[in-house]
């Protein structure tokens, strides 16, 4: 993904316009070359060809090698294009401009044979590749500056060439005798340049062959047309026809580059299909996650409002039953002793006294009531004093290890508060515990919670409401909370709650 | 003995002071905050400041910290904090260093007025008032090998009077038997749970929290 991701302004593409800026520069020279030859027939065909594929090659080479740095495709592809220009240099009326230009010619064809060989991955690869590239280049370099001294223009067909600034004269049997070893070995290795194509093709699959067969059909018809082109020569073919050919030839390589661009746009359109599928099929998957995930939150969100009512019911009864009781129990009392002050001062003290003591026991009753529905020296104190009140309380001896000296968030701290006061009054409850340990922890961004003890375990956390509450309001946090009770192994309630909400 | 009050709620520092003036002792300042308390401590040296825990602006343990500073700023002033809940770490700050000139005790307490008039006098006069809810807390604590399983049932009743600050005479008038006997018993505590401490009551105070306190 971020390989096709244009990277702005890189090193790379600053680079790569300049290449650009210099291909519009050579391009005009070659096409002022051309135009202004006196040995070249057609020179406005001739023109438009040479820079229609060579633009056509350093531009796609630059658009494939910006997108893809990674593969070479793109590098050589750019070189195809500028090796290309050579031909028109074979235009000019300057014979050392012409030399260098008969010395270039063949060179594109080399890189292009490379090029389709090791297209799409831009790598070659095996014994029969690395040969036939090499082949291509021994004779489009080594043998081409080989034959280039012998050479005479003229006697090549070409009226009114200049001169070759470096011949030897009169070895004009050492050009042929090269230029007859230049097609033996390009013989094979177009035929097999054809060949590992067709074999490519072949073997690859249907979505690959979207890619491959613009590049392919296109390149084949080339070096068909230069097979031809090869053969005709030593069949003895008229010079008209292996013109023809030629034209066809330059013709079809000119193409190659548009269908390298429509090759690598399918093959960008094939990996967006790709793409496009797999992110539909992580898509599914995270809307079914996403699904169950609503579903419990919106279960444990109905819990908790639930847990909230409940506890609603719970503080009105308490409230109601107790300190409302006693509150008008009280008010008797009070109006009885008024009403017996003269009469009978003995009872009506009496009375008092039991005013003044169901005082002091509702008093007590509304204190513990405030402390279940938030301990104040929680907030006061942070976790370490609340949950030494708490182990303090307990029937069962407690102790408290790695309380953590700092505060924490307000909701961290009452969860792990409430937390391990459920599971205090459950050791209490039902443990028949002889100890119980509360450790407590930061591991990760989360306070870590263990309350344990050593009773007789078995407990089943989705029997009562506390734990499960207790759950739920560890999950609105973010965090998670097990019981691990194995009958007869004691229990272990471990809550893991994070401290950034 | 002179007394400032400080308490958010008028009708009940009305009602304390009332209760404090029946008493016989002389409420000469009240203050709503703790700041108002800062400044009436300051301008009266009163013998002892009753001080309500919540107080303006955060409601939560104003009382406290102004109890902290009047001891620093003016060592004479004892202080009686008042608190509608009590809990062992409050009592531990605020007895971190001295017991002297100090309580702390539930603000039920003020209902039974003689036992809650004596507490002002005897914080007042550089004793110590520990609420008995701290001071069960702490004996209820259950230990492994509880050394506190060693005394008599009325041993535990006297180690209780003496961390809630009572005097020997004061524990023996409570448990009506002599001084003597008071005497004996603070001895066989002593000697069980291995304390050594001088004969002042504060000090004696000190040494039993920081023994209830401290074991495990």
């Known amino acids: 993904m971020t390989a096709d991701t244009p990277p702005r302004l890189t090193s790379l593409g600053r680079a790569l316009a300049a290449l650009a800026v210099l291909a519009v520069a050579i391009g005009i020279a070659s096409v002022t070359i051309v135009l202004s030859s006196d040995h070249t027939s057609s020179r406005g065909f001739a023109a438009a060809l040479i820079l229609i594929a060579g633009w056509g090659f350093v531009g796609t080479g630059l658009y494939a090698w910006y997108r893809r740095p990674g593969n070479r495709t793109g590098v050589l592809l750019t070189a195809v294009g500028f090796t290309w220009f050579f031909q028109a240099l074979e235009s000019s009326d300057n014979a050392a401009i012409f030399a260098i230009g008969a010395i270039g010619i063949n060179l594109p064809f080399a890189i292009l044979i490379h090029l389709l060989v090791a297209f799409p991955s831009g790598r070659l690869e095996g014994r029969l590749q690395r040969t036939v590239v090499a082949g291509a280049y021994f004779v489009t370099v080594v043998l081409q500056w080989l034959w280039i001294p012998f050479v005479n223009p003229e006697r090549q067909g070409c009226e009114g060439c200049p001169e070759n600034p470096i011949r030897i004269d009169g070895q004009e049997g050492v050009a042929d005798a090269v230029n007859a070893v230049q097609t033996a070995i390009a013989i094979p290795v177009v035929a097999a340049t054809i060949a590992i194509i067709y074999l490519r093709w072949r073997r690859s699959s249907p979505s690959e062959r979207r890619v491959l067969t613009p590049v392919i059909a296109t390149g084949a018809l080339a070096f068909a047309l230069l097979f031809v082109l090869l053969v005709l020569d030593p069949a003895g073919a008229s010079d008209g026809a292996q013109r023809a050919v030629f034209i066809a030839a330059v013709a079809a390589f000119a193409c190659l580059p548009f269908a390298l661009l429509a090759g690598l746009l399918r093959s960008r359109i094939g990996r967006d299909e790709e793409l496009r599928s797999a992110l539909t099929a992580e898509n599914e998957q995270l809307t079914s996650e996403l699904r169950a995930k609503v579903e419990e939150l919106r279960a444990s969100r109905a819990r908790i409002v639930e847990a909230g009512y409940a506890e609603r019911r719970r503080v009105e009864r308490d409230l109601h039953d107790g300190a409302q009781q006693r509150l008008v129990a009280l008010a008797m009392s009070l109006k009885l002793a008024r009403s017996r002050l003269e009469a009978d001062p003995q009872t009506s003290a009496e009375l008092l006294d039991e005013a003044i003591a169901e005082l002091g026991e509702t008093t007590r009753e509304l204190r513990e009531l405030a402390r279940g529905i938030h301990p104040a020296v929680l907030s006061d104190r942070g976790l370490e004093a609340a949950l030494g009140a708490l182990a303090d309380r307990s029937p069962v001896p407690v102790e408290v290890v790695g309380t953590p000296p700092e505060r924490l968030p307000a909701a961290v701290e009452s969860a792990a508060y409430f937390v391990v006061a459920e599971a205090l009054t459950n050791v209490a409850r039902y443990a028949e515990a002889e100890a119980a340990s509360v450790g407590l922890g930061r591991e990760d961004g989360a306070l870590a919670v263990e309350v344990a003890d050593d009773g007789v375990g078995g407990a089943d956390p989705t029997a009562g409401t506390g734990l499960r509450g207790l759950a739920d309001r560890v999950a609105a946090l973010g965090g998670e909370l097990r019981v691990e009770s194995p009958p007869g192994g004691g229990t272990k309630v471990r809550a893991r709650i994070p401290l950034d909400g | ?216």
Request: charged share 30%.
């Open chain 2, 1 to 216: 003995m002179r007394v400032v009050l400080a308490d958010d709620s008028t009708l009940l520092r009305e009602g304390v002071a009332r209760l404090l003036e029946a008493a016989g002792l002389e409420v000469v300042g009240q203050a709503g905050d703790a700041e108002d308390l800062l400044r009436k401590v300051r301008a009266h040296k009163p013998d002892v400041a009753v001080v309500d825990v919540r107080m303006p602006p955060t409601h939560t343990d104003e009382g406290l910290r102004a109890a902290r500073q009047i001891r620093d700023e003016l060592p004479d002033v004892s202080v009686l904090v008042l608190s509608q809940y009590v809990e062992v770490a409050y009592a531990r700050d605020l007895l971190a260093e001295s017991a002297e000139g100090l309580g702390y005790l539930l603000k039920d307490r003020v209902t039974d007025v003689d036992a809650f008039a004596e507490a002002v006098r005897r914080v007042g006069e550089g004793g110590t008032a520990l609420d008995p809810e701290v001071v069960s807390q702490l004996l209820g604590r259950r230990r492994r090998e509880d050394p506190l399983d060693e005394l008599t049932g009325r041993e535990r009743e006297v180690l209780g009077l003496m961390a809630e600050g009572r005097s020997n005479a004061a524990i023996a008038a409570q448990l009506v038997v002599t001084e003597r006997a008071v005497e004996k018993h603070v001895t066989g505590i002593f000697a069980k749970l291995g304390l050594t401490a001088g004969g002042e009551t504060h000090r004696r105070v000190l040494a039993v929290l920081r023994y209830l306190d401290q074991t495990p």
